[in-house]
Structure formats: C-alpha cells, structure tokens
C-alpha cells in the first residue's frame, strides 16, 4: 500500500454496505480519471472483495488513495479485522484478480489486508494536489444509492457489456471470414507461384543443359580454331619464307638486272610476303597460348638486360624525329618471370606504341606496387574512346579511323600480350583518352 494521503473511507458491516462501496469505487474511478469498462472491473472487484468479507463477519475499513508519483494508479485497501483468512480469501479471490492490475492479499496487523491497484490511462488528469483535494471534497458530498438503484446500474452495465461482447462477437466472425478468404487466396497463389517455380526450374535446368551443352561445342569449337590457326599458319610459314627468298635472290646484284618497274615490283612482292609472314607468325604463337602450349620458364629476370635489349633492338624502328623513344632504367632490379614471354610483351606493346604515335613520346618504365612489379608504356599517339578500350584486346580488331604510320597492324598483338599476361600471373590494362595518348599497364606479381 502506497504511502499517499487517502482519498476517502468507508466501512463494510452489513450486505447493504457491499452497494455503496461498489458504488463509491466506481465515483472514485470516475473522478481520477478511469475508463468506464475500468470504473466497471475496479467496482465488481470491489463487490466480490466486500461479498466475502462480509460474510466471513467483523469490519472492514476501506481506504481509497491515487498515487500520483512514478506509474499514476488508483489503490483500495481493504482491512478486516480478523486474523488468519489470507490464504483462503486469496484462492477465493484467484479470479477477481484479473479485474484489477494487482491484487495482494495479506496477514495484517489488526487482521487480514486486500490490496488492489488499478493504472490511470494515459489521457487522465494529472492528480496535482489541488485536484486531489477537489475530488475529496467531492467525494465527501457523495451519497450512495439504494440497492435497487445500484442493481439497475449493473443491469445497465450489464446490457451494453453484453452489447459489446455482441458487437466484438461479431467483430471477429467477420475477421475470421476474411481471414479465411485471404488464406484461401494465399493457398491459391502458393499454388500458382509453385507451379510457376517448378515450371522456372524446369526451364532453368533446360537452360543449363543447354549452356552445357553449347560449352561443349565453342569448347570443341575453340580448339578446332586453335589447330586450324596452328596448322595454317605452319603449312603457310614455308611458301611465305620461299617467296622472300626468291624476292631476295631477283634483287641480288648477282642475278641479272633488272629494269626500275621489275626491282619495284620484285620489292612489293617482297614486302607483301614480310607482311604476311609476320601475320602467320603471330597467328601461330596466338595458336600456341589459346592452346595452352606455352609453359613459362620461371627464372630470376634481368630487368636492366630486357631494357636494354629492348632499347636496342626497337629504337631504330622510332625513326621519327618528332618522337622521343625513352626507356628508363627500371626502378626494380630483377623479378622472378620467364624472360622470354616477358619480353615478347613488352616488345607488342612498344611496338604498338610506336605504329600509332606521330608526335610527343614513348616511354617504358617499371616500378614496384605493393607486391607486384607494373610496366608502363605510355605513348602520346591518337588514343582510344573509352568504349573501345576493351575491344582492342579482340582478335582482329582494329579501332575505326586508326592508321598506322608504320608497318600495318595485324589486330593480334594485343590480345596475344594480354594472353602472355595471364600465363605469367600478371593483368593488363589500358588508360587513354583520344586525341592525348595511352598507357598500357602490365602488372606481375613479383613472386608468382
């Protein structure tokens, strides 16, 4: 029991005081701010309390009190003088329990205590002391009813209780309804969908058997090219290599002479065959890495004897004064690679650089990133559109409008350096803007 001051008391003698205490709890509710359907429970629990003790004889003082403090809450203490009836009033009182929030009851110490508290709703009046003291005024002018009276009262109660039981009765056989037609419309779409599933799945196995299927013929497919491209390009290296001999031979000063038009056209033929040996020759190395036959030879690279060789043998192709061919020292000593296929790509890559660059520089670097050696070689040529950038990497390929300054580019040394690239466990990648150059990357790891 809270310690707040009391509200009112009353006491219980006689079966006619169970009314007025029902009454007067039911004022009290009202007064502190109660719900009606509150102010009922709080009133019948009351008249169950009042019943019993009445009947078990001796008085019982009633005190009502609100405490406004912490959780606000309207509290009935009931004390009746007798001892020992705590734990038979408690199992009578097991059910009326439920009508209040809390319910104790307890040995006092002039007899047996019932302690009930009932919450104040949210929207109720804040109980400030001055309106603590406006509803004892109130309730010491509250004059009970008769028997009768509060009898109608709890007909009236009990008629629009009933008619709210009615009304949530129907309330819920009208949800139930529409809760079993949106069950049945639920099962009926968990049917539509999971025949919709099992026809997607029956497609989508379809479908993978399919792609299998289709792997397995570009599989077969890409082999049959490989050893097509291996088998001409074989077969043609022979007559190629034949005609530039021949060419060789007719433009010997040993050989008869021969007239300005036949050395022109004996050095076309000558030309044409250089061309297309160098297409055979990178038709089948090309053949070679989609074929897998390339096993790199892993040793410790020179990276200053591949500059080197690189700078010899590439700077007489720079022909162009208006071009600086710079290859720097690289800033990282030696690397674990295979020598050969390293340099076969730095080789494309220079030499890509200087068949489109007119005007500015080339240049070729090396430095170590984190765990990886990058190669760079930038040049200051035509550039490449962004949406072109991955496609000059396809074989063949050539971007629209280029023209090589020298030599004719045959759309293979990219993708072959990229494919180089990948069997050394490295990437190449590609940064250009047109009209201002492009930087290839090679990026290796420097122990693969």
Do not use: C
Not at 109 to 133: K, Y
Not at 320 to 340: H, T
Not at 365 to 389: N, S, Y
């Amino acid at each position: 029991m809270t310690g707040a001051d009391p509200l009112v008391r009353t006491r219980l003698r006689v079966e006619q005081d169970v009314f007025a205490v029902r009454q007067l709890g039911r004022e009290v509710g009202r007064l502190v701010g109660l719900e009606a359907q509150d102010q009922i429970r709080l009133a019948t629990a009351l008249s169950e309390v009042g019943r019993l003790l009445v009947a078990a004889g001796r008085d019982t003082e009633v005190v009502f009190a609100a405490a406004p403090d912490g959780v606000p809450a309207l509290t009935v203490r009931l004390e009746h003088a007798a001892h020992g009836d705590a734990d038979r009033l408690a199992a009578q009182l097991a059910q009326v329990g439920r009508l209040v929030d809390s319910m104790e009851v307890r040995d006092g110490e002039i007899g047996t205590v019932v302690w009930m508290s009932r919450r104040l709703p949210p929207n109720a009046p804040v109980l400030s002391p001055d309106r603590m003291d406006d509803i004892r005024t109130e309730l010491a002018g509250h004059v009970p009813g008769t028997p009768f009276d509060e009898l109608a009262v709890q007909n009236q109660q009990l008629i629009a209780t009933l008619d709210e039981v009615r009304a949530q009765r129907d309330d819920l056989a009208r949800l139930n309804a529409e809760l079993e037609e949106t069950n049945r419309g639920v099962m009926a779409l968990y049917h539509q969908l999971s025949d919709e599933l099992e026809e997607t799945n029956r497609g989508v196995v379809a479908l993978y058997n399919e792609l299998d299927e289709k792997s397995v013929q570009l599989r077969a497919a890409s082999e049959a090219k490989s050893r097509f491209l291996a088998n001409v390009s074989h077969e043609l290296r022979a007559p190629v290599t034949a005609i530039i001999g021949l060419g060789r031979l007719l433009s010997d000063d040993a050989s008869d002479p021969l007239t300005t038009e036949q050395a022109r056209q004996v050095e076309l033929i000558r030309g044409s065959a250089a061309d297309l040996l160098s297409l055979v020759n990178d038709l089948l190395d090309l053949a070679k890495a989609e074929a897998g036959r390339l096993e790199p030879s892993w040793s410790d690279v020179d990276l200053k004897a591949v500059f080197g060789q690189l700078r010899g043998t590439l700077r007489p192709l720079a022909i162009r004064p208006e071009v600086d061919f710079v290859v720097e020292e690289p800033a990282v000593a030696r690397l674990r690679s295979d020598e050969v296929l390293l340099a076969q790509v730095l080789r494309n890559l220079l030499t890509n650089a200087i068949k489109f660059t007119a005007v500015g520089s080339i240049r070729l670097a090396a430095a170590q990133v984190g765990d990886a050696v990058e190669f760079t070689v930038a040049d200051t040529g035509t550039g490449i559109p962004p949406e072109l950038q991955e496609r000059i990497f396809e074989e063949f390929y050539q971007v629209p409008g280029s023209q090589a300054l020298s030599g004719k580019g045959t759309g293979l040394g990219l993708p072959y350096a990229r494919r180089l690239v990948g069997i050394l466990g490295g990437a190449l990648r590609v940064t250009s803007e047109p009209g201002q150059g492009s930087t290839f990357t090679v990026s290796l790891p420097v122990s693969p």
